[in-house]
């Protein structure tokens, strides 16, 4: 019988994969926090109308990528193909609609049903910061600048570009809409099927196709900048002195859109071209009506998310595993002294293993199998005088310590 595998689009994160995986999420988590974010988490699942109000029932996610089901009390339930709803849901169900802002960090997997690709999975994790009840652009600058520590703290920024656009207040959007309709309707024969359904709808996201035909004809569309309102452009400006002042490079690319109702003034993206076509590592922007979809008052917000497989791509080597001590007894009345040393090793917070069974020779082989730093020998001799045998694996250097100050040495 041939051996089960991942269903497609998984994959197990073991060994180095997984060390590469946990220190991008680690190091998220810490300098999240540097920034005041506190960590939530919601449930892998949700009421499927937590994701259909909020990504629009037209939306490619809702329509074509989500899991859903039906449970047995007849229920409609869909895993989490994105962590921004189900925080915005959390807010209100939780009653922290009158505690604002809220900055949280959060971080777990998300399903999707697309088709796989180089760091694209249909379960994918990722790391994702919101700032939930503030609407001045410092708040937008600040997540943009933890999300560039993030990167820096990973060593890969330099790999990295941050591109940083404006969509302007809803009386920009609805004078960039009108100029758009107009500009794509002149050009409707040769716009893409998709796009041609979007055309009234939402002409935002023709500006963000990735069908070749619609790229070329999107480089010469008007851009948003000529349609600002003026409480829109200071907003921008005010955005760009911030992430200045915080010393976040930055570039302006005019086609960074949201195409969702919802999204309004700060998009940005992090691009890399380190991992083909699909480049973008770290993307978000401003938003307002999702609080409200989950049954709370009007919340505006900011953040971003982050795929973690596509961040550990970008890391330069995986973190070394943990050196442990290897604790070796010699002898059957060794075995419970070593056993209490392996103990009081592992509770002052030292990696320590000892083998199961196998004589000193065996022990000690597996001992640098494991690279261990160091090996504690003790035999019966050692047991009776109250010492142990401490012996430096990658220089050889042994000596004897009294098994008091063990810990302290191993520190």
């Known amino acids: 019988m041939a051996a089960l595998q991942p269903a497609r689009g998984t994959r197990d994160l073991v060994g180095e994969d997984c060390r590469r995986h946990l220190h991008v999420v680690e190091t998220a988590r810490r300098i999240a926090a540097c920034y005041g ?3 939530w988490s919601t449930p892998v699942f949700e009421d499927t109308r937590v994701f259909s109000r909020s990504l629009g029932d037209t939306s490619d996610v809702v329509m074509k990528e989500m899991y859903s089901f039906t449970d047995r009390g007849g229920d409609s339930l869909t895993l989490r193909p994105e962590a ?24 777990g997997p998300m399903f999707r049903y697309e088709r796989p690709q180089k760091g694209r999975y249909r379960q994918f994790h990722q790391i994702d910061v919101e700032v939930l009840g503030a609407a001045e652009p410092l708040a937008d600058a600040e997540v943009i600048a933890c999300g560039w520590h993030v990167l820096k703290a990973l060593g890969i920024s330099g790999d990295v570009t941050l591109e940083l656009n404006t969509l302007g207040d809803r009386d920009s959007r609805e004078a960039y ?4 309709v107009e500009y794509f309707t002149a050009h409707r024969e040769a716009l893409s099927a998709d796009s041609l359904s979007r055309l009234e709808r939402n002409p935002l996201r023709i500006v963000d196709s990735k069908d070749e035909g619609d790229r070329r004809i999107v ?7 000529a349609h600002l309102t003026p409480a829109a452009a200071e907003f921008y400006d005010r955005l760009r002195r911030h992430l200045d002042a915080f010393k976040v490079p930055f570039v302006e690319n005019p086609r960074i859109v949201r195409g969702l109702d919802y ?18 590592v770290m993307g978000g922007g401003r ?21 973690v497989e596509r961040l550990s791509m970008l890391l330069a080597s995986a973190p070394d595993p943990v050196a442990p001590v ?38 000690l082989e597996r001992a640098n199998r494991i690279k ?13 005088r109250g010492v142990a045998q401490l012996k430096d694996l990658a220089s050889g250097a042994q000596a004897e310590v009294p098994l008091a100050e063990v810990v302290a040495r191993l520190r």
């Open 177 to 180: 809409r009108a100029a758009l």
């Open 84 to 107: 921004t709803a189900g925080i915005c849901r959390a807010l209100v169900s939780n009653g922290l609609t009158q505690s604002l802002p809220q900055k949280v960090f959060y971080t």
């Open 287 to 307: 938003y307002e009506g999702l609080v409200e979809e989950m049954g709370g008052p009007p919340t505006p917000g900011v953040g971003w998310a982050a795929g």
């Open 326 to 363: 290897a604790v070796v007894p010699v002898g059957e009345a060794a075995e419970s002294p070593a056993l209490a040393l392996l103990q009081r090793l592992r509770e002052a917070g030292i990696s320590a293993e000892m083998a199961y069974r196998g004589n000193l020779k065996r022990r």
């Open 263 to 280: 999204y309004g003034h700060t998009a940005f993206e992090f691009v890399t071209s380190r991992l083909g076509a699909q480049g973008t």
């Open 37 to 39: 974010m506190e960590e």
């Open 372 to 384: 261990a730093r160091a090996a504690v020998i003790l035999g019966e001799t050692e047991v009776a």
């Open 219 to 225: 480089a010469g569309a008007p851009t948003i900048a």
